[in-house]
Nanobody, 122 residues
Framework: QVQLVESGGGLVQAGGSLRLSCAASGRTLSMNVIAWFRQAPGKAREFVAAINRADSNTYYADSVKGRFTISRDNARNTVYLQMISLKPEDTAVYSC???????????????WGRGTQVTVSS
């Protein structure tokens, strides 16, 4: 089993930056891919970004390309999401998830963190 804990959320002004962390523990060798999802109030959860832990290949949702950067520190079993030029529409609960391969569907991930709130004000 893999346990994931997110941190780094908070309240920022539009145009600001925030860095989220996803710390993994447990059976992390089975965690080939870490992805970030987000869920805004009243909306379905959506894919944000993913990274392959072995080769660092990344994949981003169109809505965050050029603004968000996903990276990893395998020695610390931690994945980061650096967010810049934040917009009010980025407001959501951000969760990280572990999977076996790059994917954008919730069903392809076997472990989830509880999420961290990101609020972007105007």
């Amino acid at each position: 089993q893999v346990q994931l804990v997110e941190s780094g959320g908070g309240l920022v002004q539009a145009g600001g930056s925030l860095r989220l962390s996803c710390a993994a523990s447990g059976r992390t060798l089975s965690m080939n891919v870490i992805a970030w999802f987000r869920q805004a109030p009243g909306k379905a959860r959506e894919f944000v970004a993913a990274i392959n832990r072995a080769d660092s290949n990344t994949y981003y949702a169109d809505s965050v390309k050029g603004r968000f950067t996903i990276s990893r520190d395998n020695a610390r079993n931690t994945v980061y999401l650096q967010m810049i030029s934040l917009k009010p529409e980025d407001t959501a609960v951000y969760s990280c998830a572990a999977g076996f391969s790059i994917a954008t569907r919730e069903a392809d991930f076997f472990s989830w963190g509880r999420g961290t709130q990101v609020t972007v004000s105007s």
